[in-house]
């Protein structure tokens, strides 16, 4: 097993946490609470640190009393418990003692009163209408000439809601709060009480755009707490889908890029190339988004010879276009000069925020699932990659490698897949337990921690996705750029509403 | 530049060839007749997502790249509703997201429309009955066309707009 539980006694739960932070130089990858009032046990809350030298995660975890449920806060020295702690505070009502800031994530003050805290496992679902009345209280930045730019929830373009609030000294960003949570449906809540089949469908609408990933991950918790292990063969066609979604996507984002400083040819020629991808996907398993492909043990697609045929054809011809794509985006001196030092997020500031993934490759932190964790990729040559200058063109210099890396890996893949027997399933059965599944989605690390009871039915799903931590990143990198300069910048992170509002 | 020629030069015309050409292509006459009699030329969309996964907003995207390219049919999505015919209204409806919604529509000038997409669009879906979801669109204002699938491939957005129009 790759997980260490340490049960802590609540008044040592905050020295164990830092001794793991800085040991294991880690943020906090997840910090969640569960609700176990129903055996006598209050609450328990975790905080899990990633121990990349030691390939284990490490879950610090406490018990807090059902009555009067609180603790002692660790934002303070850890600041990436900041927003988890939040979010424990306003969907358990466990109070986390000191913390600075506790407005609420995702029930927003204008639509739900105070008192009503949906994860706990007495909250009924149709409670909790009625508006409370408060308003949010935005960060002020008060002084001469400083005004605030509103911005959101609906944008002007084809995207998911957010708001944006940029407090300005002329040009420059002198502030930026993000405030999410418009699209929070409740997901975890969803999942409790559904069975693991269920849940693998819920879990492909989390984000949309990164289903396979969140299925994988849903799943892989499910297999290591029923303990099986899936067909090598299984496993290694979902390392190839996950690729496939890792190019499609940062195809989309390159596009994106190039579109939000007014570089419309390429913005395009990478749509089409992201369109033939979508395609392909849709030809390998009959779903563009790879819907319905993982299934609990294994997945539910094979890949036939003239399958495998039309995956390699692709692949050439995405090859040669994705060539083009670089000469065009790269001659183009005045693209390049809009995204040199554009959006700077320090490597220094990410440590501290805990950005993770493709994000804090650019800024110089190398961590990567697929590397450090990863069971599949082992069989594989796989080069990380890494910039330093943390800038929007250092991120759109690692989506460029990546997607170079991704076409090598797939090949590397399909060519370890043998031809011949068609299990692709181990037999489930299913136990009572936790545990955690991960992978390294193309956005980063993307953590599911499931809880099953005796009947098999799903208790807890606590799901991090690594836009959760990276919003704050983004936050930060667009200081001192002008307005007009967010949307790359945005576009460059491009993180999920949808994963991170749950 | 150099580059760019070139490579507008090789690609050619990328308008999906093959087998579902000649779909796109019948439906986009028609529709294209149709837009210009109904709505003087244009018919412009803005659309609202109210807590989708994200994929019907990458399907729609889709839908406007060069290879289905709806604008070729009078067809396109605007920033403001209040250059728009139609409301394409995404997702179950959050309660955070319901004034926002309403406020959408109230801006919009008369006469309009509102089109969901996407299954949970219609009566939440996957995300039915949740503590946080309004369950549909049709509960808050008349929609006068669903659009389904989770997520509906771009061709059937471009069909079922079609639909809408011929009533």
Known sequence: ?502 | MINILKNRIIKGIVTRPIEMDRDIKKIGAELKSLVYKRFGRSFHIREVDTGSCNACESEIIAATNPIYDIQRFGVSFVASPRHADALLVTGPVSKNMLLALKKTYETMPEPKFVITCGDCALDGGIFKDSYYVENGVKNILPVILHIPGCPPSPLVIIKTLLTFLKK
Not at chain 1, 40 to 45: A, R
Not at chain 1, 63 to 78: L, R
Not at chain 1, 226 to 246: S, T
Request: charged share 25%.
């Open chain 1, 1 to 502: 097993m790759d997980e260490a539980y340490i049960y802590a006694k609540p008044e040592n739960f905050k020295r164990a946490c830092l001794y793991f932070h800085k040991k294991l130089n880690s943020p906090v990858a997840m910090m969640f609470a569960c609700d176990e009032r129903a055996n006598k046990k209050g609450f328990k809350v975790y905080c899990a640190f990633m121990g990349i030298k030691y390939k284990k995660w490490v879950f610090v975890t406490m018990d807090v009393s059902g009555d009067s449920p609180e603790f002692e806060s660790i934002a303070n020295d850890i600041y990436s418990a900041g927003l988890f702690e939040r979010e424990i505070k306003e969907m358990f009502g466990i109070l986390p003692k000191g913390n600075p800031d506790l407005r609420r994530l995702r029930l927003h003050d204008e639509v739900w009163p105070e008192g009503y805290y949906p994860l706990r496992k007495d909250f009924k679902w149709q409670e909790g209408t009625g508006a409370g009345k408060k308003e949010y209280a935005f960060n002020k930045v008060e002084g001469e000439g400083i005004f605030e730019v509103p911005v959101g929830p609906v944008h002007a373009g084809i995207i998911p809601p957010g708001h944006f609030r940029f407090s300005v000294a002329g040009e420059p960003i002198i502030n930026l709060e993000a405030r999410l949570g418009w699209t929070h449906k409740g997901i975890e809540k969803l999942f409790e009480g559904k069975d693991v089949n269920l849940g693998v469908k819920l879990s492909e609408c989390v984000a949309g755009d990164s289903a396979f990933s969140n299925s994988w991950a849903f799943c892989s918790a499910v297999e290591k707490i029923c303990k099986i292990e899936p067909p090598e063969k299984a496993l290694f066609l979902r390392a190839v889908f996950l690729e496939l979604e890792r190019i499609y996507n940062h195809l989309n984002d390159i596009s994106g890029i190039a579109i939000d400083v007014g570089f419309s040819f390429p913005a395009m020629y990478a749509s089409i190339m992201k369109e033939k991808i979508l395609c392909l996907n849709e030809k390998l398993t009959g779903s563009r988004y790879l819907k319905g492909v993982n299934i609990t043990g294994g997945v539910s697609v094979y890949l036939t010879v003239w399958k495998k045929k039309a995956l390699l054809k692709a692949l050439e011809a995405m090859e040669k276009d994705f060539k083009e794509l670089k000469s065009m985006l790269y001659s183009s001196v005045s693209f390049m000069d809009r995204l040199d030092g554009t959006g700077m997020l320090k490597k220094k500031t990410a440590e501290d925020l805990g950005v993770l993934g493709l994000a804090a490759r650019a800024s110089g932190i190398e961590k990567d699932l697929r590397k450090d964790f990863s069971r599949v990729y082992s069989n594989v040559r796989f080069n990380l990659m890494k910039e330093s200058s943390g800038d929007v063109m250092a991120r759109l210099n690692i989506r460029v490698s990546e997607f170079e890396e991704s076409i090598s890996l797939i090949r590397q893949f399909v060519d370890m897949i043998k031809q011949g027997s068609i299990d692709l399933q181990e037999k489930l059965k299913l136990k009572d337990g936790f545990g955690l599944g991960y992978i390294e989605a193309w956005r980063g690390p993307l953590l599911y921690w499931v809880k099953l009871n005796k009947s098999g039915l799903i208790e807890r799903c606590k799901i991090v996705d690594p836009s959760f931590h990276n919003w704050e990143g983004l936050c930060y990198s667009v200081l001192g750029d002008i307005i007009p300069d967010f949307p790359v910048c945005n576009k460059s992170f491009d993180l999920s509403y949808s994963g991170n509002d749950l």
